[in-house]
């Protein structure tokens, strides 16, 4: 088993400057693991932040193949991450084995699409326009953009994803994989198991050739607020709640430099059952929806918190039938103790409020999430009631029942910005309702046909991000690879000598990558 | 003449519901024009941004082809004001009329150029990844992204360009384009100016049967903050100073929902002479200088602000030629009081700083602006002296001579972000300075070899924006086509119907646009 020494990663060294030791957690037991780890101290988190910077011009002037070399050996290093690694992870988290090596498939696929997008050289963006030396009234210049790192990036992980969202998630991943060095605040939840996936990409690092300071990572609490207003850390990347991530932006935006933040954040993921298939297959919805909700404990940004029905009697034969599963499904035990306090405090406001009435589940109590179910009045969508417009992050879900099809509208123009939205339809529900699309494409960053939201598949085409408050900024994804266009910014090189361009811009197109050329795609030499 | 009648433009209607008049000035003589325009009223302000809202749903599902056509008949109303126009733009802005007629075809070049854009059909980033029912473990399902407006924009022009940079300019086109409806908030330099060309846009939704709300105008002081503050509003562009610009940024970053806003604000393009240029062509290259600098009234965004050279005898000549050079240029008449006053204060800061030499140009009073050369020890730049990051709106340029090789990346080092820098330059000097293109390229949007930085191509491969202070975020731009990405998110489908599905993202790619699928570019249909 590796040694967890719990010293700070700064440039290629371990650092333990500090004397505040924190620890992690047996999640099941709540019992202390037997690990040391040091918080990093303000000199740490600057010396790290700087090491960050000191990489960033050898890094980024890599060649893209490099750093897909690179990607792809840091893939290779977590798929080597064994019984071991995966016991650890499943002690920290009180997730099963199961989901810990389907999320270390995961996370390597994932650093492995990114290879794949370096060596395919989209990313770039290269644009050529060509000089005009005779048109008039005046000459054209010749003018060339590609688009390179903001900088060192700042990476917060997630809790709910150890692995995928995490040390060597997807915001690290695409921020590498843009040329930014990354400076990683390990999560609370789980320093062990951050210090193997460290390791793993030290040693990729080191493998590969990268300057020290590609990646660092700090532990503590804390710690995060100095990292953010850092002068050296360009952007952030960051997942969790609405209120962390919120006090990253603004403090981000009270930067003297204002820097980007992309914080993925709150999320109900409506799920709206339309009538006809509610007819066609209640009973296995409810089955479906009743899974989904459940799932890894409901502990998904993805997690289905919403649903939504037109008055009928197939409605309430639905809700009654969802109110029984729910309340059959056994407790699972939470991330860690203060994912199972939030569960229960967003409970505890379900229950008190006068519009909402709890349908099913057992009493919370105990160290383990109980399934519930609960009904809210369509008064409070239609009214914006705050109550129903941050996620319970849990195994729960709300249902709504609208009187009818203007009201359903109603209540979904209600909503705020959401991850996901999801219909339950058959075709004569999509020709009796074909304003939900438009409406909802206003609302989210992804709409799912009869499917759930929770599995939010790694590719070029997923979003994984969403208007306020699902994230920070609409116009990004922390899941598939646009996810890297967070950390690129464009650069225009005019009348420059061939020999001095980057490579993706000379005519000779070495890089073979396709490029927009005098307004048209090509992947030609220019002469 | 077209009558002047200052009414606010709100959901394709004039109101007039204030009491407020401002005035707008003749800028040469600086007297009053008889014209009245009517300050928004608060609950005007509200109306505009309701009605740019309204008409958000309508204007974003309309084809690409179909706001081509509104981009194209915005040309050529743009086209089509006459000699009355450009005289009352020159009276506005004391700017020659030769300039307003390029500016004009700058303007409806840069739209058609949008119109193209969307024709092109590139802007939708669309993607497709289609299922693989039999994979293993997980099946994948069908996915496929494209982009959207991301709701209404507000734009604050400029006061340098009354046309390009102002009610039809590249903010106002790249959002339009992005099919976000546009609330434009009048500059106060030129409100008759933006009156002519409004009508001008209002001509062009009528004609092309646009839904009304889709241009809204206010005129009037301190109407901007409540515009960034409407929750309808989702994006802001921004051409101005750093004051103005960051204010703007604070607002919407402290805004319940935040919104992105890009504001180009303030930049000094260092020009870097290097030793075998100086040596081969000092004498030209001081008059290219001086043209530039001049140009304008050197009220332009790129105005080289700051000369660098390294110590030298050639150095010394080419220093005392410039400052004969810059002594002999005309006063010339700024845009409006407010810039002139700016300029004199800018000035008086450099002339009482301890460490700043003035050495030539006629002491700036009266009514126009003089022309001004200074010299700044490199202390200033290598301390991070304020001084010298703050541009100085106006023909005046400020030289730092550095002792050698290394002193030069070092003061390069500590400017701060810009929109351009220049390296004039001969291949005996590519080859002794090979470190300065990557040095510059992370301070920059754009890098230009032996040109100046006047001059702004509106094309494909265009970068007008750079690093904080010269944009708020280094990922976009405000002038070439990329300009749209700043108003465009992207959305998922997942498992969606084929008849549901956006055009762009259809099997049988009735738009005939080239889409990346499974990850590779491609303009086939699917089956």
């Known amino acids: 088993m590796t040694d967890i020494l719990g010293k ?4 290629g060294q371990r650092s333990a400057a500090g004397s505040v030791i924190v620890k992690s957690v047996d999640a099941t037991t709540g019992e202390k693991l037997p690990f040391d780890f040091y918080q990093a101290t303000l000199e740490e988190v600057d010396a790290a932040a700087k090491a960050a910077a000191a990489a960033y011009p050898a890094y980024r002037s890599l060649s893209a193949a490099k750093r897909a070399d690179f990607l792809d050996a840091i893939a290779d290093e977590i798929d080597g991450l064994g019984d071991d690694f995966v016991a650890l992870v499943c002690q920290e988290t009180a997730l099963p084995a199961g989901r810990i090596q389907g999320e270390r498939g995961r996370t390597s696929g994932q650093m492995r699409l990114f290879a794949k997008v370096l060596r395919r050289g989209d990313f770039y963006g290269a644009r050529i326009d060509q000089a005009l030396p005779d048109r008039k009234p005046l000459a054209r210049p010749d003018l060339r953009q590609y688009r390179i790192g903001l900088g060192p990036v700042a990476v917060f992980g997630a809790s709910n994803f150890p692995l995928a969202f995490s040390t ?5 991943a695409s921020a590498l994989a843009a040329g930014c060095p990354v400076v990683f605040k390990a999560h609370s939840g789980h320093m062990a198991t951050a210090e193997y996936v460290a390791n ?3 040693r990729a690092a080191e493998k590969t050739g990268m300057p020290t300071g590609v990646f660092n990572m700090i532990y503590g609490g804390g710690v995060g607020e100095a990292l953010v207003k850092h002068p050296a850390i360009q952007a952030v990347g960051f997942t969790g709640s609405l209120s962390g991530g919120r006090a990253l932006c603004d403090m981000a935006a009270a930067r003297p430099q204002p820097i980007p933040v992309f ?3 709150s999320s109900i993921n409506p ?3 339309l009538p006809a298939a509610l007819n066609a297959r209640g009973e296995a919805i409810a089955s479906e929806l009743t899974a989904s909700v ?12 919403l649903v939504i029905g037109i008055r009928s009697v197939q409605f309430t034969a639905f809700q009654q039938r969802l109110a029984g599963l729910i309340g059959d499904q056994p407790p699972q035990t939470m991330l860690n103790a203060g994912t199972l306090k939030s569960y229960g405090k967003g409970l505890e406001k379900l229950l008190a409020h006068s519009a909402i009435e709890h349908l099913g589940g057992s009493t ?11 009904k809210a009045d369509v008064s409070l969508l239609l009214n914006g009631d705050d109550v129903l417009q941050e996620e319970v992050f849990g195994p729960t879900t709300v249902l709504i029942e609208v009187a009818d099809q203007a009201q359903l509208s109603a209540a979904l123009s209600g909503l705020h910005g959401q991850l996901t939205a999801t219909l339950i339809a058959e075709p004569a529900d999509f020709a009796q309702f074909p304003e939900l699309t438009p409406l909802l494409e206003q609302k989210v960053g992804r709409i799912l046909v009869n499917g759930y939201p929770t599995g939010v598949e790694v590719c070029d085409s997923m979003v994984h991000g969403g208007p306020y408050p699902a994230t920070s ?10 996810a890297i266009d967070r950390f690129l910014r464009p650069v225009c090189f005019q009348n420059y000598p061939q020999d001095l361009l980057p490579d993706a811009l000379k005519n000779a197109n070495p890089l073979g990558i396709q490029r927009l050329v005098d307004g048209t795609p090509s992947r030609e030499k220019l002469a």
Do not use: K
Request: glycine fraction near 18%; charged fraction near 10%.
């Open 364 to 374: 919370q109590q105990g160290s383990q999430a109980q399934p519930q179910l609960f």
């Open 200 to 202: 793993a990409l030290i």
């Open 473 to 482: 900024d609409a116009r990004g994804t922390s899941v598939g690879t646009l």
């Open 168 to 172: 060597a998630g997807g915001d690290t």
């Open 271 to 273: 799920v709206v059952i």
């Open 263 to 265: 914080a993925e954040m």
């Open 294 to 305: 459940v799932q890894g404990c409901g502990q998904f940004c993805t997690n289905p918190g």
């Open 8 to 11: 700070n990663y700064i440039g």
